[in-house]
């Protein structure tokens, strides 16, 4: 929260109210040298009437300031940070040295500095020049809102008819350190990296539509399979109470996005193996894909036409040679697929196992475990009604 010591009052010359919501990560998406809109540069913005509203959107979302109204000065918008909350944005006022910095959260990408009664801000470590100065009146600081937008490396525009100013910029999210500096932009499902010296530059479009309102329950991991080329896994959760769930798989290869999948799961906790013998496996719930290391296609197998249910999604959770092992979302089995006989079957039943002796939520709480080296039998555990695990084996 920002508390600015009082200074002289003076009235700006016109005031208007201006509605806006800032909602999401605020974050830089471009390389230096290529950003969204030129730094410092706002657009032009004319003087209206006494009585007419501004609105001003964040990636079209609308938030009000709780103390001020903005106003236009030398046909620049400038907006009243004082007590605002910006998610996405921590923002720091030093009132020793009345300067407001601002730190864009997103994966730490970026910040910005500017004084009272300056128009000099340096955004990015770069000095940039404003057409009007931060001011305080009357206990609020006053910003320029083309100061916000070169931070948050957003583009600014103005539209005239309708009176509105709005900033569109990266909602970056997924961020750990599975992810391995992938970032996926929520908006508009371009896919980032970060990169040395924490930049960040956009690799590839891809198809991914995430779910709106649910922006922050995305996660992203990273899969090495080769020196150039990884699979990424991007998943989010959505829904009440969080029941659906989509899986994209990416195979990036030198920073281009080669091949793409979505499965769709719902109240269920799909575990889709990434790599089999070095390649990757790509699912989009009824066909699985094995991608060898220059991005093509080894082999394709459709679990849905080899088990007849060509509605259900499936998560492949173990492969070999000749089977996969794969659960029904429908159902919550474990299933084998017989690739040599092209056939399926349920594990629980191949294990001669009664169906009390199930014990998982939602599913039926066998694991695949490995398989023999020696004979090649499918080893699989299954906890009993005491929680001991115990260990079965199937001989293909």
């Known amino acids: 929260m920002i508390q600015l010591q009082k200074v002289k009052r003076c009235k700006p010359d016109k005031r208007i109210i201006v509605v806006l919501a800032l909602l999401g990560c605020m974050a830089m998406g471009l390389n230096d040298g290529e950003p ?49 909350a910006l998610p996405g944005i921590v923002t720091d006022y030093d009132p020793k ?37 931060a001011s305080n009146i009357r206990g609020t600081l006053y910003v320029p809102l083309a100061f916000i937008s ?23 999210v997924g961020e750990s350190e599975e992810s391995k500096g992938y970032l996926l932009d929520a908006s508009s499902g371009v896919l980032y990296r ?19 309102g649910y922006y922050g329950l995305t996660t992203i991991i990273s899969t090495k399979v080769t ?3 990884d699979l990424v896994t991007i998943q989010q959760a959505y829904g009440e109470p969080m029941i659906n769930d989509d899986f994209y798989t990416l195979f990036v290869q030198k920073g281009k996005v080669i091949r793409q999948a979505k499965a769709h799961y719902w109240s269920f906790n799909a575990n889709n193996i990434k790599l089999y013998n070095g390649k990757a496996v790509m699912n989009d719930g009824q066909t699985v894909r094995l991608i060898d290391s220059d991005g093509s296609v080894k082999e394709t197998w459709n679990m849905g036409k080899l088990s007849g249910r060509l509605k259900d999604s499936f998560a492949v959770e173990g492969m070999g040679e000749g089977f996969i092992l794969a659960r029904s979302n429908d159902e919550g089995f474990l299933m084998l697929f017989n690739l040599k006989t092209h056939q399926s079957f349920l594990v629980y039943e191949l294990l001669q196992l009664a169906p009390e002796q199930l014990t998982g939520f939602r599913e039926d709480g066998i694991k695949f475990i490995g398989q023999n080296k020696n004979d090649g039998e499918l080893r699989f555990e299954l906890s009993d009604s005491e929680g001991q695990p115990q260990t079965f084996n199937y001989a293909l």
């Open 227 to 229: 020196e150039d080329a």
């Open 97 to 133: 040295t009345r300067t407001l910095s601002l730190t864009n959260g997103t994966a730490s990408l970026g910040s910005g500095r500017i004084k009272v009664n300056s128009n000099i801000g340096f955004v990015h470590n770069k000095k940039v020049i404003y057409t009007v100065s």
């Open 150 to 172: 070169d931070v948050v490396r957003g583009k600014l525009e103005w539209k005239k008819d309708e009176r509105m100013a709005s900033i569109t910029f990266p909602q970056l």
């Open 36 to 84: 969204a809109y030129a730094a410092g540069v706002a657009a032009p913005v004319k003087q209206g009437q006494e009585t007419a509203s501004i609105h001003v959107y964040f990636n079209g979302n609308i938030m009000s300031f709780p103390k001020g109204e903005p106003f236009i000065n030398k046909g620049q918008v400038m907006i009243p940070t004082t007590d605002a």
């Open 194 to 212: 970060k990169v040395d010296g924490g930049r960040i530059r956009a690799l590839s479009p891809t198809n991914i539509k995430l779910v709106e």
